[in-house]
Nanobody, 124 residues
């Protein structure tokens, strides 16, 4: 069982920045592929970004490419999502997730453990 705790969400004006953090429990964090997803009320959860076990490979949804950066610190069992040039359409609850299989996936079903989510609101 892996527990994930997200933090760093909040209210920001369009064009601003936020940095989300996700702290994971356990001693095998470095073996997990990590992802960030987001969900707007009434819509399906959508892929945002993912990062390989070592951090050498990163993946992004087209909608955030060039604005968001995913990173991880295996010594701290933490994954980050730096969000710049935020837009009102980025408003959502953001979730981090663990893929125990250790390989890339952009689908919700491909992830095994989820955090509770953190709200990001971007005002225009």
């Amino acid at each position: 069982q892996v527990q994930l705790v997200e933090s760093g969400g909040g209210l920001v004006q369009a064009g601003g920045s936020l940095r989300l953090s996700c702290a994971a429990s356990g001693r095998t964090f470095s073996t997990y592929f990590m992802g960030w997803f987001r969900q707007v009320l009434g819509k399906e959860r959508e892929f945002v970004a993912a990062i390989s076990r070592t951090g050498a490979s990163t993946y992004y949804a087209d909608s955030v490419k060039g604005r968001f950066t995913i990173s991880r610190d295996n010594a701290k069992n933490t994954v980050y999502l730096q969000m710049n040039s935020l837009k009102p359409e980025d408003t959502a609850v953001y979730y981090c997730a663990v893929r125990a299989g250790g390989t890339y996936s952009s689908t919700e079903a491909g992830y095994d453990y989820w955090g509770q989510g953190t709200q990001v609101t971007v005002s225009s």
